[in-house]
Each structure stands twice: as C-alpha cells, then as structure tokens.
C-alpha cells in the first residue's frame, strides 16, 4: 500500500497503520514542524518526507490520502475565526486539489466538530461525502470529537472502552488518611486569577473521569490529593501513541505536537474494513471518479 499524509504531524497515521497490520510499502508525509518531523524520523526512519503541502504535485498509484488540515481557523476556541478563508484552515483546499489530482483509491480528512454549519457544509460538498463524527472517548481517556470525512465504511462506532483519566497515569496518586484533601474549589479560583490574561481557559479535571480535548501547547492539570498537570507520557497514552514516542523534543514541544495529533485508536477505528479488502473496494465506485 502507497500511502500520502498530509499536515502529517507527528505520523500517527503511521502508528496506526501498523497497530492494524497494513503492509505499508511507501508512507510520504508532507508537514514543515521541525519538531513534528524530528519525532517522525526517530520512531519511522523509512518515511520520505515531502515538506510543504503547497508545493507538492501528483504522487502516481496512491492507495491511501489521510490529513487532519489545520483546524486553527475553524474551531470555536478561536474568537473571530475565519474558517475556510483563514490562512491556516485554507489549506484544506490544498488537500481537495491533491485528491483529485492523485486520485487516490481512499481517504480520510479529519477536523473538528466544532466548525460551524457553514464551513461544514462546505467541506461536504467539496469532498461529496457526509462527516462520520467519532468521540475519542469510547477509546480513551479523552474527550475529542472529531468529524472524518472518508470513503473507507465505518461499520457503526466502537464499545465504549470506559478507559479514565486515573488508568493512564504515569504517576500514580498517592492518598493517606493523614493528608486532608485540598479544598479544589479555593485552588480553581486561584489558578484561574493567576491566569486571567491566558488565552485559553484553565480547566482541571478529577482522574475519575475524562480530560477534555488535549490542545496544542495547553498542559492539562488534573487532582486527586493535588493539582498536577498531566506528563508528556501521559499526553502520548491519551492519544494511543507509545510510551516516549515524542521523546526527542523539549517537553514544550512534545505537549504542542500531541495537541495537534490524531488520536491513533480513532483512526484505528476507521482503518479496520480496510486490510484484506483490496478487492472489495475496487469494485465499487470509489469516490475519486466522481470528482
């Protein structure tokens, strides 16, 4: 299988092609982090790496485009956000070209499901398929919803794993009857006043439950008998990746490159109807011919 990733990130694609034991026999990857492509080559030195989307041409006997283009200008996180117009979310229109130039046999897109309506609809008429929405919290402990756009059926979404927050720590919570429990209300406020000019808001969750969406840069803080914030390994378990998969970079980095992630065990997910099936999907009409 030939397989093109574009804003490939940190090639969690990859991971999960392997994960579901899909002979791979080339994996190009376009992405210009120096950072993303430093994590890349350290876990998948077979990877030839293209660099810029804007640049790249036809890439003959594709079986495979994959890409989660950059959602900056789409999710509502963002005030005043220009959607597909943006400088960033605009590079969507780079993967529709490269879809119809490669023609490749199936796709996947991937962005947020906090788009609005408009930008949506847009997406879908581009692509001439409706979004599966698929939340990576049947799979892990993270909350992330995520719309795929993909030629690839999903047969109905996966069991609800009921994986939380306190089975993927690295460092387990220590309790004793000695120790009071904090008083979370009073460290919410104080938190919160020491970062009233911080662009994203503080949020703290309690390791019984989910953490919300892993952001790019933004440390996730979680409490049991303390406030921490959550470790690089912690971050890569929340997205399906390895321990130490992101191990090569500075900390900084390695919370900004798994906030921009694919969660593995989604795509995994998506992946499933694929391997042994080369036939079966070559006599439907795929949705290359229509475009």
Same mark, same amino acid.
């Given at each position: 299988?030939?397989?093109?990733?574009?804003?490939?990130?940190?090639?969690?694609?990859?991971?999960?092609?392997?994960?579901?034991?899909?002979?791979?026999?080339?994996?190009?990857?376009?992405?210009?982090?120096?950072?993303?492509?430093?994590?890349?080559?350290?876990?998948?030195?077979?990877?030839?790496?293209? $660099?810029?989307?804007?640049?790249?041409?036809?890439?003959?006997?594709?079986?495979?485009?994959?890409?989660?283009?950059?959602?900056?200008?789409?999710?509502?996180?963002?005030?005043?956000?220009? $959607?597909?117009? $943006?400088?960033? *979310?605009?590079?969507?229109?780079?993967?529709?070209?490269?879809?119809?130039?490669?023609?490749?046999?199936?796709?996947?897109?991937?962005?947020?499901? *906090?788009?609005?309506?408009?930008?949506?609809?847009?997406?879908?008429?581009?692509?001439?398929?409706?979004?599966?929405?698929?939340?990576?919290?049947?799979? *892990?402990?993270?909350?992330?919803?995520?719309?795929?756009?993909?030629?690839?059926?999903?047969?109905?979404?996966?069991?609800?794993?009921?994986?939380?927050?306190?089975?993927?720590?690295?460092?387990?919570?220590? *309790?004793?009857?000695?120790?009071?429990?904090?008083?979370?209300?009073?460290?919410?406020?104080?938190?919160?006043?020491?970062?009233?000019?911080?662009?994203?808001?503080?949020?703290?969750?309690?390791?019984?439950?989910?953490?919300?969406?892993?952001?790019? $840069?933004?440390?996730?803080?979680?409490?049991?008998?303390?406030?921490?914030?959550?470790?690089?390994?912690?971050?890569?378990?929340?997205?399906?990746?390895?321990?130490?998969?992101?191990?090569?970079?500075?900390?900084?980095?390695?919370?900004?490159?798994?906030?921009?992630?694919?969660?593995?065990?989604?795509?995994?997910?998506?992946?499933?109807?694929?391997?042994?099936?080369?036939?079966?999907?070559?006599?439907?009409?795929?949705?290359?011919?229509?475009?």
């Amino acid at each position: 299988m030939q397989v093109l990733s574009l804003f490939d990130g940190i090639s969690c694609a990859l991971v999960a092609l392997k994960r579901n034991q899909i002979p791979v026999a080339k994996y190009y990857a376009c992405e210009i982090d120096k950072y993303a492509i430093q994590v890349s080559k350290a876990n998948h030195p077979e990877i030839e790496h293209l $660099g810029d989307v804007c640049k790249l041409g036809v890439i003959p006997n594709l079986d495979l485009l994959i890409g989660g283009s950059p959602c900056v200008d789409l999710s509502i996180a963002k005030k005043n956000r220009e $959607g597909l117009k $943006g400088s960033r *979310s605009g590079l969507f229109w780079e993967y529709v070209r490269i879809l119809k130039e490669s023609k490749p046999k199936w796709f996947i897109l991937e962005n947020v499901n *906090s788009m609005s309506r408009d930008d949506k609809a847009e997406i879908t008429k581009a692509l001439g398929i409706e979004p599966v929405m698929i939340n990576a919290s049947l799979v *892990s402990a993270q909350c992330r919803k995520r719309l795929f756009w993909t030629n690839i059926p999903v047969n109905g979404l996966p069991e609800d794993r009921n994986i939380l927050l306190k089975d993927i720590l690295e460092v387990k919570p220590v *309790s004793s009857p000695q120790i009071a429990p904090i008083n979370i209300k009073h460290q919410i406020i104080r938190m919160k006043e020491f970062e009233k000019n911080s662009s994203q808001p503080n949020r703290i969750y309690s390791i019984e439950g989910k953490i919300g969406t892993l952001t790019c $840069g933004i440390k996730p803080r979680i409490y049991n008998n303390e406030i921490r914030t959550l470790t690089p390994i912690e971050c890569e378990r929340l997205q399906g990746l390895p321990d130490d998969y992101t191990k090569e970079i500075s900390n900084t980095q390695r919370y900004k490159c798994l906030g921009n992630a694919f969660n593995v065990d989604v795509i995994c997910v998506i992946l499933f109807n694929l391997p042994n099936k080369v036939g079966k999907f070559e006599n439907q009409d795929t949705h290359h011919q229509q475009l």
